[in-house]
């Protein structure tokens, strides 16, 4: 979808946003279900990055102590359970620049990752760049779905990042798709970005070929001691216009309600489930912030009657469409 088309919906009344999002929402999901996903930080702080909006980057004073790599048996711990809590999907995030083969740390993570495979829920990594070989064993060792956020336009993100580029990113996220992975690809909103960042974003988006399986849509959480620390958080409207947008824009993939969730009320959480939010992070903790209780998000659900989607850890990845190319177009280590 081009920018002008995507302009056009964004800054429509309100209403006919969220009756427009709603249609479509029901046309290509029609079971009422809501994924919920369980995201483990197996790597905590010292990340040698300097992403302004994290508090696991090494170069600013944030509290968030670095750690280890978290040994198998504590993640398959975790993990255990998140499936008992009746979780669909199981995240691993690291704080780190990358992965790279023949390294320890990559070997111990694809370790882990063929251990949580056998649990029976869709497992997800976030670990950073990687190449082609990298994301082919990821593959090969069970991993469903990849995340690796583009988190704003083109256009702002050197303002937030300066030690990789936005086709660092591009080409990780072709990686991924090339190794057969899904893709769980999003974006962060209150990065001192315009609405025109956003929607532009959101074009990067829903021109992947193929179309990311699940897009985040999160809500900076200033941390204290990261240079956007004061920035000032987004307002519910502006969120759930977005997630209405990215329903609109990608009907078929899953729009997760992310990072943020704490600030909305329970009101303000289930109309984003109407516009078409039908994925959470799920659990007491998302990396370093906060996030609803479990018990209070089951609650929820079953207040609005909705239910848990069921695991699919054997599901396909989306499929290209032949008559485009492929995007995003491999920008960095192709080939190899």
Avoid at 305 to 333: F, H, I, T, Y
């Amino acid at each position: 979808m081009n920018y002008a088309d995507l302009h056009r919906i964004y800054h429509q009344p309100f209403f006919d946003l969220i009756k427009q999002a709603r249609a479509i929402h029901e046309e290509h999901w029609t079971n009422n279900e809501v994924q919920l996903c369980t995201l483990l930080s197996i790597k905590t702080g010292g990340c040698s990055e300097d992403c302004g909006y994290c508090a696991q980057s090494a170069r600013y004073t944030t509290g968030v102590q670095a750690e280890k790599l978290m040994e198998k048996d504590e993640v398959m711990e975790r993990a255990r359970a998140a499936r008992a809590n009746g979780s669909t999907r199981f995240c691993m995030g690291a704080a780190w620049k990358g992965v790279r083969v023949g390294t320890q740390k990559f070997n111990q993570v694809v370790d882990i990752v063929k251990d949580v495979s056998t649990l029976g829920m869709e497992v997800c990594v976030t670990l950073g760049q990687l190449g082609a070989e990298e994301a082919a064993i990821l593959k090969e060792a069970g991993v469903t779905a990849y995340n690796h956020n583009i988190d704003t336009s083109p256009e702002h993100y050197p303002n937030i990042v300066s030690t990789h580029t936005y086709d660092d990113r591009l080409s990780t996220i072709r990686h991924a798709q090339d190794a057969g992975m899904s893709v769980c690809c999003g974006g962060i909103l209150g990065l001192g970005e315009t609405i025109e960042d956003r929607l532009k974003m959101l074009e990067v988006l829903s021109n992947f070929n193929p179309h990311p399986e699940s897009v985040p849509i999160n809500a900076l959480m200033p941390m204290k001691g990261t240079p956007m620390s004061e920035n000032v958080q987004v307002d519910s409207f502006s969120l759930v216009r977005m997630i209405a947008v990215t329903r609109i824009a990608i009907p078929r993939a899953k729009v997760r309600l992310s990072a943020g969730r704490t600030n909305l009320s329970r009101e303000a959480q289930a109309l984003a489930f109407f516009a078409g939010a039908n994925s959470i992070f799920y659990g007491d903790k998302l990396l370093t912030a906060a996030n609803p209780r479990a018990n209070e998000d089951l609650a929820l659900l079953a207040e609005l009657g909705l239910s848990a989607q069921q695991p699919n850890p054997d599901m396909s990845a989306p499929v290209a469409d032949e008559v485009r190319e492929l995007a995003p177009a491999c920008q960095v280590g192709c080939g190899v």
